[in-house]
DNA sequence: CGCCGTCTTGAGTAAGTTCAACACTAGTGG
DNA sequence: CCACTAGTGTTGAACTTACTCAAGACGGCG
C-alpha cells in the first residue's frame, strides 16, 4: 500500500538520470517523459570548480543534473564553510531556491559537469500538466530530506573515523544505484578540504582518518578513487545501515 | 514569478495550523480545504514523553499536528542519540517513513500533543484530486529541507555558544511565526539534554552555554520560558539569518 | 621546468566530554 | 498532606580529542 518502486521503466527515461530518477515514484507515461524531455532545454556544460548558484542571487530555473559532481554549501561569516551535499548525476539544483525566488545556498562544480535547465515557469506548468510530477518530485525531496537528516547525525553524533567510514560508504551506494561506481570501488573527485567541510572536521584531521581506515585494511586508496577491501568490516565500523533509497529492499 | 505566498487566506483554513502552513503554498479553495479537513480524522491526545513512531515500524499514516511539542530523533548503536528537529503546530509526521512502507526515524512527544491522523492511502488520493495539494507539499517538503540544512550548518560549522544562541532564535521565529510566541520571550519545553541532543553537545555544555548567554545579558530564564533581553546582540553572537520559511520577507 | 593546490605529518593548544556530586522540582503514592 | 522518587539543572575537575599552525613532499598542469 506504501509508494511502491515502479519495476518496469517507461521507454525514454533512460535518457537522463533524472528521469530515471523520477520515474521511481512518478508513473509517467510515453507522452508525460517526452513534454518533460522537451522542457528540459539544451545541455550546459560546466568546468571543474566552477560556481553555479550563488547564495542570494536570483534563482528561477532548475538545473538537472545529466553527469559530474558538484556540491552545494554555505559560507559562514567567521570564513568556515559547511559542504550540505554533494549533488550526483540525477540531482536538482536550484530547487529550495527557485521556491523562494532566491538562492538559499550556493552550489558549485567539483568537476566538469552537463546540466540541463528547466525554468522555473515551465517546471510550474508541467506540475499542473501532469499530475503525477509533483507527487514524485516530492518523494525525490523526501530523498533529499532523508539524506540531509542521515547527514546530520554523522556529523553530531558520529565519531571522525565513523564519519569518513560512512562517508565513503555512502557515496558509493548512491553512485552505484545510478551505475556509475563498480562493486568496491568509488571514485572521489573532491579534495579532503571538502570531505572535511562535508563532515564538520578539518582536511588534517580527514587525512589521518583516511590513514587510519588505510591502516587497518579497510580501504585503499590510488589516486582519487576508493577501494572498499573489507566491505562488512568498514560497514561495522561506520555503523552503516544502507537506505531505503540508494538501498534496493523496497518491495 | 516565483511561488508566492497567498495573502489571503481560504476560509477554513485556520481551523488546523498544517492547513494554515500549506496554504501558503497551496492554491486551495473552500471545497478544497473541506475536502482535505474531512479526510483527517479523529483528533488523537498524545501524553508527553510518548513514542509516537518508532524507527523501522510499518508507517502507513501521516500525523499532522495541531498542538503541542515533540522531536524527531535517531537512536545511534553507541547510546547516542541525535535529534533531527523539533516538531511543532503545523507539521507533519511520518512523511519520509510513509513513503517507504517503514519509519526511517523515531518521534515522541515532548509536552502533550493533540494530532489528527490521515492515513497513507487518502493522502495519494487526495494529491491526485487536488492537484496544487502534491505542490504544496513539495514546498513544505522543502521547508524541512532547508530547516534541516541550516542544523546540520549550526552542528558542522558553528561553535557551542553560537549554536544554543541560534536555537533560541529560530526555535522564537517558528513559534511566533505561528503565532504562538510573544515578541520576546518563548517557551521552551524540553530539557537540556533534548538539547544536547538536537546540538550535538553534551547536557553539561548546553547549561554553560545558556549560563553564559544570561551572563551576557542576551537572555534571561525563568522556568521553561527563555526571555530575549537583547535580540540584536543575540542575532549577532549567533550570526542568526532569519528565514525565508519562517520569515516575513516574501513578497 | 616551475608553480599551485593538495596531501601529509608533527607539536602544541584549546575545547568539549565524561564523570561525579549535589540541588531543585514536579509528580506519585501512601 | 507529606515523604519519596525520578528526572532535571548545575557545577567542578580531569581527560581526550580534534583543531590550529606550520613545514615539507608530492603531483598535475601550464
Redesign the interface.
Known sequence: ???QRLLRNTPGVESHPFLARLARYADLDVAEVGTIRNAMQGALTIRKKKDIVLEGYIC?ALHLVDDGFGVRY?L???G???V?SVILPGDIIG??G?????A??SVSSVTCMRLNVIS??NF?HL??DI?SL??G???L??E???M??D???D????TPLERVAHFILELHARLHSIGRASPNSVDVPMSQGIIG?L??LSAAHVNRMLRQLQEQRLISTCNHTIMIEDATRLRFLA?YEPH?LTGLS?G
Do not use: E, T, W
Not at 155 to 158: L, N, Q, Y
Open positions: 500500500m506504501g509508494v528561477d554555505k559562514l561569516g567567521n568556515k564553510r559547511q550540505l530547487l529550495p527557485a521556491l523562494y525566488r532566491r538559499v545556498y522555473l515557469k510550474m506540475c499542473r499530475p509533483a507527487f518530485m516530492l518523494c525531496s523526501q533529499d530530506l532523508v540531509s537528516s547527514h546530520l547525525i556529523v553530531g553524533r558520529r567541510d563532515l564538520g555503523k531505503v523496497l
